[in-house]
């Protein structure tokens, strides 16, 4: 499968515990991005990268959010010390800079928190 | 300030039937508009996209149209499957600025037997 990939898929964890999930982009894409969606409602934009360098973070993402993307490849997101307001599915995407840049989204993490 | 607006929240429709999503947007300077499917519980995916100079694009049963002067677009299902249920997503791209997407809330549809 050369889509985009997340693990894991769903993750219940109690409130204050930290959390980690992982994006692995298309392979050759360049930019990653990171969103969060609740229900009804259309993906918010959290951050995203180019290459290893994050470009701009939305003012969604508070101190307790943290995104990296060391090499340049894969992607985590941290969320430390949870809150219940953080459930929602975390989705991933990734493109290639072109013109028309368009973003292919990963199957999402679905985080509840209790 | 940048607003996509989607229209109606949710609509219910049977089988077999067409139907028409809305989407106004407020974005400038204008570069793009996607329209992407999300059934439940999986990421967006992509169904069309048009810049400035297209005014219609096609993809199987899916019309997407632009009119740049009102800044309005809209997706049309041509006889409707119960596989098209899903949230329809409209993502505006602006040409300057860093992050430049502008997504709307969506418009979840229902189509039944």
């Known amino acids: 499968d050369t889509g985009v990939s997340q693990n894991p898929r769903h993750k219940i964890t109690k409130r204050g515990q930290n959390v980690t999930f992982r994006c692995d982009p298309i392979?050759?894409?360049?930019?990653l991005y990171w969103y969060r969606q609740t229900l009804g409602q259309g993906p918010e934009f959290l951050t995203y990268?180019?290459?290893?360098?994050?470009?701009?973070k939305s003012r969604l993402l508070s101190d307790r959010f943290s995104a990296e993307r060391p090499k340049g490849s894969f992607s985590t997101l941290e969320i430390q010390r949870t809150e219940q307001g953080d459930s929602a599915m975390y989705l991933c995407?990734?493109?290639?800079?072109?013109?028309?840049?368009?973003?292919?989204f990963g199957p999402g993490t679905r985080l509840t928190v209790l | 300030k940048n607003q996509v607006e989607q229209s109606p929240q949710s609509l219910i429709i049977l089988e077999g039937k067409n139907c028409t999503l809305q989407?106004?947007?407020?974005?400038?300077?204008?570069?793009?508009l996607r329209w992407y499917k999300q059934d439940t519980g999986r990421g967006p995916v992509s169904l069309t996209i048009?810049?400035?100079?297209?005014n219609t694009k096609s993809n199987g049963r899916y019309t997407a149209t632009l009119d740049a002067d009102t800044k309005q677009s809209s997706l049309h299902i041509t006889a409707s499957q119960l596989s098209d249920s899903a949230s329809y997503i409209c993502?505006?791209?602006?040409?300057?600025?860093?992050?430049?997407?502008?997504f709307g809330t969506g418009t979840r549809l229902k189509v039944l037997a």
């Open positions: 048009m810049t400035f100079s297209e």
């Open positions: 989407c106004n947007y407020t974005v400038s300077p204008f570069s793009n």
């Open positions: 993502v505006v791209s602006a040409r300057t600025g860093t992050y430049k997407y502008i």
């Open positions: 392979s050759e894409h360049n930019r």
């Open positions: 990268f180019q290459n290893e360098a994050q470009l701009e």
């Open positions: 995407a990734s493109s290639f800079l072109t013109s028309t840049d368009t973003q292919y």
